[in-house]
């Protein structure tokens, strides 16, 4: 048993994590949020770097790792909060081998055939969508996909479209595997998302003054920070487990580790985002501060495969 | 990374499995909870089994008796004990997990030679005297006095909230040897004879009803030099030393513990009728349940990452305060869950016929302790706000 990151794993989150800071700065995080539109270059760089080709076979030009290594760069992704259909397009080019997405030519989304209303994230910028039903995967070309493109979307920089009808298209696969493994790294996008909310308070928290003093030196605010901190340490011993746990199933119980990851994982998001909003005051609700930014990610996110409520159910019923 | 065991490890964990298998049976019946002479001789014989069999110590080092076990084969120790029901460490706790790590490590030979095999044998309770009246979660205010005479320490002062006082044989007793030097700078670790004439214990009744701790009166208590732990006046460190055994590993167990009881809950609430079905048909009570069975998933998965990075030779602060934090929290949700099955059962904490009510009722009382002792959570917090993220310390004593 060893649940302690390799070199390797630690290279390549420290890569990937160099190359966010510099490339997803607060600035282009603001300027994408007035102008959300996918920006496929930024797009293609990642699928440079391998993030949708990890699982991907080499002789597919893909580096053939795990979800364990998948969720290390996930939670990169997710505290960067880097915009786009990251999980589906992963999964596409994981899962389904879909031309294109590993190497980021072609951009996937995906819609939920169980939810009772569909709202289609980045449909516009997609070629292709994959409609997932309670057990099969099917693959449309996006352009069939006719949506509604809401006004003012949640998260400002994640447009959605309102769909009606979703048509047939071609069956690609199961759903299970979808959904368990889009959960493990929705989770993984959640960690993120609540460590860079907790990065950001604790920066405020350390600068801020008020009687004085930097507010950070006022315990009120220093367990809020404290509670958050226990949180993603909480989730991310959860999702790690549960990535170990698609990678080798025979070790756990793959259900019960999926769903306790996306549950602790919503939590620290969620929680975390309003933290770090109530860290920063006035400031916290204004549009400049990023601080918005996390929270509303974490709340789109905790929508997507499978929110707490029905996770938790499936914990009940294995009692 | 891998989440499975290794061959040794599995080899481990078969033996212990069938140990506990063909022993566990052979136990008496636990003793009444109020019987504290009937409980040390419980808690001591199991200790005995255990080190007769070659399990006792498991995580001290084989030169002072242990096992030496991987803090992976201690894991497994845990987890294994705890799934089977075997008894708790109980009135062993403080010998196994506090005085006698901190004599292997700042103990002299003699002192090691004295009581470290008589602790891994079950024949020696120890108790904690460090809490008193004034000094709590502020433990360097303490103010119990010894003054040196000859080769004696004279100790004058109270001592408050020591478990298994009335039972120990021997007590871990902080005091202050030096009142002028700075608080941390002036404290001697000292080993005090529980039967030295001048100490009297009272016992304090807790809220579950029972005696679990006692208040300690020194009296003009006499403790030889050549019982002291380290040098004088550096009992600090010692008592660090301490510390850092007391927040490691201590409540792996009790994770199992936990889910056993979550499963008790659901198993109840399934057997509830209620007008139209059962309790169980309540999704807002299935979903409570939900949650917190992925708390104690979540909690056993951060169990384990805490002892892999042990085992890798990192010191776990965060990751033993962060568990310390969530796991008393997710244990009290526990118990409210609990009583919020048992409707109105959970009045009694005396077993209603066929209502399964007075274990979960009397752990929901018990749990109300989980986020006080050994560091209260606000403490815990603190240290995570200063140590981990940086923010800046609290205001500390100074003198008025
Ligand atoms: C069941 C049980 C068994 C125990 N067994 C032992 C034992 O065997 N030996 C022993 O020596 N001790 C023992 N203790 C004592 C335990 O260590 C103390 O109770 C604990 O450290 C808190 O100290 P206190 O009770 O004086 O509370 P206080 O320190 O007076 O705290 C009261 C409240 O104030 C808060 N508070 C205090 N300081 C701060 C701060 N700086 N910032 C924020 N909040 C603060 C606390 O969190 C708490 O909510 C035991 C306690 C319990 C409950």
């Known amino acids: 048993m060893d649940l302690t990151l390799s070199t390797d794993q630690r290279d390549l989150r420290d890569g990937l994590r160099a190359f966010l800071r510099d490339a997803w700065t607060a600035d282009r995080l603001r300027a994408a949020a007035d102008s959300p539109d996918l920006d496929r270059g930024a797009w293609r760089a990642l699928a440079d770097l391998g993030v949708f080709g990890l699982e991907v076979p080499e002789s597919d030009g893909g580096m053939e790792l795990g979800a364990a290594e998948a969720v290390l760069v996930f939670e990169e992704l997710g505290r960067a909060l880097v915009p786009g259909p990251l999980v589906a397009t992963y999964l596409a080019a994981a899962l389904l081998g879909r031309p294109g997405a590993a190497t980021g030519a072609t951009v996937v989304t995906w819609a939920d055939r169980t939810a009772p209303v569909q709202v289609v994230e980045h449909l516009a910028a997609a070629d292709e969508v994959i409609a997932a039903g309670e057990d099969g995967l099917w693959a449309l070309p996006a352009g069939k996909v006719a949506g509604t493109p809401a006004g003012i979307p949640l998260d400002p920089l994640t447009p959605v479209s309102h769909v009606v009808e979703l048509p047939a298209g071609d069956p690609v696969g199961r759903a299970a595997a979808w959904r368990d493994r889009g959960a493990v790294l929705t989770a993984a996008l959640q960690v993120g998302v609540a460590q860079g909310a907790l990065d950001l308070a604790v920066r405020y928290a350390g600068e801020r003054e008020q009687f004085g003093r930097v507010i950070g030196s006022f315990q009120a605010v220093k367990h809020l920070l404290a509670e958050s901190l226990v949180r993603v340490d909480l989730a991310r011993a959860a999702v790690l487990t549960a990535a170990l746990t698609l990678d080798d199933p025979a070790a756990g119980d793959l259900a019960e580790a999926v769903a306790a990851a996306k549950i602790l994982a919503d939590d620290a998001a969620t929680a975390g985002g309003r933290c770090c909003v109530q860290v920063h005051g006035g400031m916290g609700f204004t549009w400049e501060v990023l601080a918005h930014l996390y929270l509303k990610r974490a709340w789109l996110l905790e929508t997507g495969f499978g929110e707490p409520g029905v996770h938790a159910e499936r914990l009940a019923d294995r009692m | 990374m891998d989440l499975r065991y290794s061959d040794e490890e599995l080899a481990f964990r078969d033996r212990l499995r069938a140990w506990l298998a063909e022993t566990l049976p052979q136990l008496p ?18 200790q005995a089994r255990l080190h007769a069999a070659g399990y006792a110590g498991v995580d001290w080092p084989a030169e002072h008796g242990g096992l030496g076990a991987s803090p992976t084969e201690q894991l497994i120790f845990l987890e294994e004990t705890a799934r089977a029901r075997a008894p708790y460490v109980g009135a062993n706790f403080v010998g196994l997990l506090h005085a006698g790590p901190t004599l292997i490590v700042a103990g002299t030979d003699e002192q090691r030679a004295r009581h470290l095999p008589r602790i891994l044998r079950g024949e020696e309770v120890w108790c904690q005297g460090f809490s008193e009246p004034d000094a709590g979660s502020d433990l360097a205010a303490l103010r119990t006095t010894a003054v040196r005479d000859g080769d004696h320490y004279v100790v004058n002062g109270a001592k408050v909230w020591t478990s298994h006082a009335e039972v120990a044989d021997h007590c871990e007793l902080l005091v202050r040897t030096d009142p002028a030097a700075p608080r941390h700078r002036g404290i001697t670790w000292l080993i005090l004879p529980m039967d030295a004439p001048g100490v009297r214990v009272r016992p304090l009744r807790t809220v579950v009803g029972s005696s679990e701790f ?16 380290g040098a004088e006046n550096d009992g600090w460190r010692v008592a660090m030393v301490t510390f850092s055994f007391e927040r490691g590993t201590a409540f792996i ?25 059962t309790l169980w048909d309540d999704p807002g009570l299935r979903r409570e349940v939900g949650r917190l069975a992925a708390e104690v998933t979540g909690l056993w998965a951060l169990a384990r990452k805490n002892v892999s990075e042990a085992a890798a030779g990192m010191v776990p602060v965060q990751g033993a ?50 986020t006080i002792a050994a560091g209260t959570s606000q403490i815990q ?20």
Do not use: C, H
């Open chain 2, 321 to 370: 305060s962060v568990f310390k934090l969530r796991f008393t929290e997710s244990r009290q949700r526990i118990g409210d869950l609990a009583a919020r099955v048992l409707g109105r059962a959970s009045l009694a904490m005396s077993d209603l016929p066929g209502a399964g009510n007075g274990r979960l009722v009397e752990d929901r009382v018990n749990t109300l302790s989980f």
């Open chain 2, 214 to 229: 006692s208040e300690l009166i020194l009296d003009d208590v006499r403790v030889p030099v050549a019982d002291r732990v």
């Open chain 2, 381 to 400: 917090k603190n240290i995570l706000a200063e140590r981990v993220l940086g923010l800046p310390k609290e205001p500390r004593w100074t003198s008025p």
């Open chain 2, 253 to 277: 167990g009790d994770v199992i513990e936990s889910r056993n009881i979550l499963a008790e809950v659901a198993r109840l609430a399934r057997a509830t009728g209620t007008a139209g079905g």
């Open chain 2, 29 to 46: 019946p636990a003793p009444d909870r109020d019987d504290w002479p009937a409980r040390r001789a419980y808690d001591t014989a199991w």
